[in-house]
């Protein structure tokens, strides 16, 4: 097929997907900045977004297009290299206006590549895939803003996110006017115009990255993700569909008390439950109910969803003992009964 047979079709291809992959990354800047202008909304699309099937198949679109972008240039250095020769070793005459990222534009994309790695670990692997494998963590994977604290709070993020803006903004730069060139728009008018156009578009875009590290690594260390009250509010909501799949029949009624409640009140109420969740289950757990349980199979039952229960609540403890990390708690009062 002339796509992939010919070197044209080849770097049609590259051009074809490195345009997707810019509107992405420039996409991708401006959606980073709602976290810093507007924190909560940012959870909310996180939220809308989430493993919802739309978001599934933009993930999976994107993910193909990074696949084809790479599997082309590793192709294209190779047939280049072969037409070269022996002669890539010797030095080249090369016209004095050829860019040092057109020469390096592979190891840009390896060091690119390193980068991803890394960033897909501290947060797609803790959202999207988290919510695809449906694993109950203490950690709501819709929680946007508190994969940005755990990931810069990391004193080495920001410098192994610096490396990755840098090596972007070099293949981008050449990327960008080199795309028009291999899809045929190769003149001298406009070449010129079009380096002038990219140089300012990725070096916004790469700038816009560099300040959102920035201003992430300074809120983060004053654990702001943790503790600004709106985001408390916002996170609160997310505790409920976190733990009902082990909650039992009482969820919907006490999710719907939570949303009514203030932060303060809902981290206290979930701590007394848990302490008596914890005390009753402790208080079943002898040999004489053991034993009762074998000739009575609904109370097995009965005690099999409260252990489940117990759980449930201690994951979202540990969540609020996270959001709550070195601020003093009052004990939790077993004797107080909260909707339960
Ligand atoms: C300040 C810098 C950045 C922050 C805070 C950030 C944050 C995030 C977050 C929160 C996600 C969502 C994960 C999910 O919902 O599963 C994500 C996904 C992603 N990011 Fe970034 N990002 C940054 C820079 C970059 C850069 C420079 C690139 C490209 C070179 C990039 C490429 C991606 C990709 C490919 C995904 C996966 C998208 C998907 O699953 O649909 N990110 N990022």
């Given at each position: 097929m002339w796509l992939s047979s010919s070197s044209v079709g080849r770097k049609f291809i590259m051009a074809l997907t490195g345009a997707a992959l810019v509107l992405f990354v420039t996409f991708h800047c401006l959606m980073n900045a709602v976290a810093i202008c507007w924190p909560t909304a940012y959870n909310s699309v996180c939220m809308f977004l989430g493993a919802n099937w739309y978001a599934l198949l933009a993930s999976a679109g994107l993910a193909l297009l990074i696949f084809i972008h790479i599997i082309y240039a590793v192709m294209l250095t190779i047939q280049n290299r072969k037409a070269r020769g022996n002669q890539r070793y010797a030095i080249s005459h090369r016209?004095?206006?050829?860019?040092w990222s057109s020469q390096n534009m592979l190891v840009l994309g390896i060091v690119i590549l390193a980068f991803l790695v890394v960033h897909m670990i501290q947060f797609w692997a803790k959202m999207q895939l988290q919510e695809i494998r449906g694993v109950e963590e203490s950690m709501p994977p819709v929680a946007g803003t508190l994969f940005i604290q755990e990931a810069f709070s990391q004193p080495w993020t920001l410098i192994v996110y610096g490396i990755g803006f840098i090596a972007l903004w070099f293949h981008l730069n050449h990327g960008f006017w080199s795309m028009f060139q291999s899809v045929g728009w190769d003149n001298t008018t406009w070449i010129p115009r079009l380096k002038c156009i990219g140089c300012w578009w990725v070096s916004i875009v790469i700038l816009l990255f560099f300040a959102e590290g920035i201003v992430f690594t300074v809120k983060a260390s004053e654990g702001y993700y943790k503790n600004d009250p709106a985001l408390r509010e916002q996170y609160k909501d997310m505790i409920m569909p976190m733990i009902e799949k082990d909650f039992g029949p009482d969820a919907d009624q006490i999710g719907l008390q939570i949303t009514m409640m203030p932060y303060d009140q809902v981290s206290m109420g979930f701590r007394q439950m848990e302490a008596q969740v914890d005390q009753q289950a402790k208080s079943l757990n002898t040999p004489e109910v053991k034993e009762q349980m074998k000739a009575h199979p609904e109370m097995a039952a009965q005690v099999e969803e409260m252990q489940k229960r117990d759980e449930a609540l201690k994951r979202a403890v540990k969540f609020l003992d996270y959001l709550e990390e070195g601020e003093e708690k009052a004990a939790p009062q077993t004797n107080m009964p909260y909707g339960y």
């Open positions: 016209p004095k206006n050829v860019e």
